[in-house]
């Protein structure tokens, strides 16, 4: 009896400082650090052509934004992750259904609050996902409004407050720079943290070629996209240059929207030190960013580049011609502004 008793004491006393809650072990916090991650990267984007590189717990993928989870875990505060995006409208009638955000948002915000949720019910601080709305940042080049990137921005926060995202919120230049003229803020971001032309090209060029750095790769296939967006933008009816020229604009403007990115990648690391990069653009393994779907199932289109098509199956991201093509109706939202379209029979 007397040995029993002494054995249990002696228990209790050893076990004690192991069971405190506010301090997990290491291993656990990796652990859950590693578990968050999963969650995020199970919606991660890689490119087609890139292998895949084994499961959600890559540990090559994870390596450089793992330890940034490790910190915010450890001192049991919510993760923060950066996501440049939603910067508004293509101004290209022919794709959207205005300049204000619309369904198509609405489910892509609603897909990241999902993530949060869920993340939530297991780490309970949860994540916090800032969107870098980076309109302002090169509205200029691509042909968009001032004012409607301004009418974008507002209309975004009214989304995320009227939908109850509270762990999303926004960021943007006019955040940063606040009351200055937008062609200042532009000068400024650029003259702090903008690259040279010339060293831009030489990294896309290499990411053509075999043996391509991840970084090199990355910045080929954004050339590449952001061309076809110029280009699909600046073809439309009436407009009198040839093909060719318009393709030859199209390639000078991406080389300047891709600096202008890159320019604010740099400054949201700087504002953001403790927080996860990640992209809507497909990512490779180990990349420095981690490329994530804006809605649940894989699709090339972005909200902002086209309509939300309601199918038998759950909604789809097309252009809004492809939509107008395939006879879909036009859904009015509440308010009265033109909200999706629907292929549903009722
Ligand atoms: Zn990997």
Same mark, same amino acid.
């Given at each position: 009896?007397?040995?029993?008793e002494?054995?249990?004491?002696?228990?209790t006393?050893?076990s004690?400082?192991?069971?405190?809650?506010?301090? !997990? %072990?290491?291993d656990?916090?990796?652990?859950?650090?590693i578990? &968050?991650l999963a969650?995020?990267?199970?919606f991660r984007?890689?490119p087609k052509s890139?292998?895949p590189?084994g499961?959600?717990k890559?540990?090559?993928c994870s390596s450089y934004h793992l330890p940034? +989870? +490790? *910190?915010?875990?450890e001192k049991?505060?919510?993760?923060?992750?950066v996501? !440049?995006?939603?910067?508004g409208? %293509?101004?290209?009638?022919?794709?959207?259904?205005g300049a204000l955000?619309d369904h198509a *948002?609405?489910?892509s915000?609603?897909?990241l609050g999902?993530?949060?949720?869920?993340?939530?019910?297991?780490?309970? !601080?949860g &994540?916090?996902?800032i &969107?870098?709305?980076?309109?302002?940042?090169?509205?200029d080049?691509v042909?968009?409004?001032?004012?409607?990137?301004?009418a974008?921005?507002?209309?975004?926060?009214?989304?995320?407050?009227?939908?109850?995202?509270?762990d999303i919120s926004?960021?943007?230049?006019?955040?940063y720079y606040?009351?200055?003229?937008?062609?200042e803020m532009?000068d400024h971001?650029?003259? &702090?943290?903008?690259? %040279?032309?010339?060293s831009?090209?030489e990294?896309?060029?290499?990411?053509?070629?075999?043996?391509a750095t991840p970084?090199?790769? #990355?910045?080929?296939?954004?050339?590449?996209?952001?061309?076809?967006?110029?280009? *699909?933008?600046a073809?439309? !009816?009436?407009?009198t240059?040839s093909r060719?020229a318009?393709q030859?604009?199209?390639r000078a403007?991406?080389?300047?929207?891709?600096?202008?990115s890159?320019?604010?990648t #740099?400054l949201?690391a700087?504002?953001?030190?403790?927080?996860?990069r990640?992209?809507?653009?497909?990512?490779?393994?180990?990349?420095k960013?981690?490329g +994530?779907r804006? +809605?649940?199932?894989e699709?090339w289109m972005?909200?902002?580049?086209?309509v939300?098509?309601?199918?038998?199956e759950?909604f789809v991201?097309?252009k809004?011609?492809?939509a107008e093509d395939?006879?879909?109706?036009l859904?009015?939202?509440?308010n009265g502004?033109?909200?999706?379209?629907?292929?549903v029979?009722?």
């Amino acid at each position: 009896m007397q040995n029993t008793e002494s054995s249990f004491e002696l228990i209790t006393v050893q076990s004690s400082p192991v069971v405190n809650f506010y301090s !997990p %072990s290491t291993d656990s916090v990796k652990e859950m650090a590693i578990r &968050i991650l999963a969650e995020v990267m199970k919606f991660r984007r890689t490119p087609k052509s890139h292998q895949p590189c084994g499961d959600e717990k890559c540990s090559h993928c994870s390596s450089y934004h793992l330890p940034k +989870i +490790i *910190e915010a875990v450890e001192k049991n505060e919510p993760v923060t992750f950066v996501l !440049p995006a939603f910067p508004g409208k %293509s101004p290209n009638p022919r794709k959207v259904l205005g300049a204000l955000p619309d369904h198509a *948002e609405r489910l892509s915000l609603a897909f990241l609050g999902n993530l949060c949720e869920r993340i939530k019910e297991y780490y309970l !601080p949860g &994540i916090k996902i800032i &969107i870098c709305s980076d309109g302002r940042v090169f509205s200029d080049v691509v042909g968009m409004k001032e004012s409607d990137v301004t009418a974008y921005q507002i209309e975004l926060d009214n989304m995320i407050e009227e939908m109850s995202l509270n762990d999303i919120s926004t960021f943007n230049l006019d955040d940063y720079y606040g009351g200055i003229d937008f062609v200042e803020m532009r000068d400024h971001l650029m003259d &702090i943290y903008g690259k %040279s032309v010339d060293s831009l090209k030489e990294k896309v060029k290499k990411g053509a070629k075999p043996g391509a750095t991840p970084e090199e790769l #990355e910045a080929n296939r954004m050339y590449c996209g952001i061309t076809r967006f110029l280009f *699909e933008d600046a073809v439309h !009816p009436g407009q009198t240059k040839s093909r060719a020229a318009v393709q030859r604009e199209a390639r000078a403007k991406s080389y300047e929207v891709i600096r202008r990115s890159n320019a604010w990648t #740099e400054l949201i690391a700087e504002y953001f030190p403790q927080a996860v990069r990640l992209s809507i653009h497909p990512q490779v393994c180990g990349s420095k960013k981690l490329g +994530i779907r804006l +809605i649940a199932n894989e699709s090339w289109m972005t909200p902002w580049h086209g309509v939300a098509v309601e199918t038998d199956e759950g909604f789809v991201l097309m252009k809004r011609f492809q939509a107008e093509d395939l006879g879909a109706k036009l859904v009015y939202s509440s308010n009265g502004r033109p909200s999706h379209f629907t292929l549903v029979k009722d």
